[in-house]
């Protein structure tokens, strides 16, 4: 890992409103995004990447890589909240184990959209077909965590209709939108996307910084209740996504030789969802945490993603 791409990184402006959105929350201050703002900007954000994506997909060839990147996406959705829940369920509990399994095994779309800015500020080329790989991959973690959730836990009460988690994993609104925005991307003719470039990728990187200062305050406030819950939660958000990461970054030459395809899929294998999972334990392990698995997503794995995270695993790739 180069210590000037490090650096780089460190200093990338969107990073930065990330660190100062913590700081404020340090330094008690009253800095706040408005809900309603931080929300469309959340829903710009999707919007924008998703079309992208569609757009590349749609100059690609559809070939057997494409075909073996979503599996890849689906198996890392799969394995990775199984081998997770074991690691977890005797010192944390059944239900918080298969909501933090869940979370890991699924992705966060925010790091992933942070990832693709990383990429195309050093120029570095992927594939639109990420895009769909991403939300490929939110629905069967949630479904697996609720699995083992029901299968180990001792309240029948708890087993919950896996129509009704099925259901929301695909229509949470975060997979809708990007999804959505994939398809109509893909359809668009060059000259109609050229039409509302302004808006999809001129202003992206600002919107990005705000949104990311919005994340740091959220972070803030999870930051000091999460602390109390010891150091096991500590450990295993900040070990297991540089695992996953690092061995995806490798293993995933094995499906694609493009280096920005598979740093994306280190990204995605490193990341944890702190949207549409939270959303769903709600409905399927209501006893678990949210204190516990939110804040370990949210204010460990996230920041350390975009900071030595994304060097480290472009370091392998370019091994």
Known sequence: MSLSLLFENLTNPALLF????????????????????AKFI????????????????SHSDFDMEIVWSLLLGVALAIAIPIYSFFLLKKKQGIENAGAIAAAYGSVSAVTFVTAVSYLE?????????MVAVMALMEAPSIIVGVLLIALYSANQEQR?????????????????LIMGSLVIGFLASDAQAEGIKPFTTDIFKGFLAVFLLDMGITSGKKLASFLKNGWSPLIFAIVIPLVNGCTVALLS??????PGNRFLFAILAA?????AVPAAMKLAAPNANPGLYLPMALAITFPLNITLGMPLYAGLVQM
């Open 18 to 37: 990330f660190f100062l959105g913590i700081f404020a929350v340090q330094v008690k201050s009253d800095l706040e995004v408005p809900p309603n703002s």
């Open 42 to 57: 959340s829903l710009y954000l999707l919007f924008s990447i998703g079309f992208k994506g569609g757009q590349e997909l």
């Open 121 to 129: 500020m050093h120029g570095v080329v992927f594939g639109g077909h």
């Open 160 to 176: 919950v209709s896996f129509s009704k988690i099925l259901r929301h994993s695909l229509t949470n609104g975060s997979v809708l």
């Open 253 to 258: 030459g094995y499906v694609t030789e493009v």
């Open 271 to 275: 990341s944890a969802s702190y949207i």
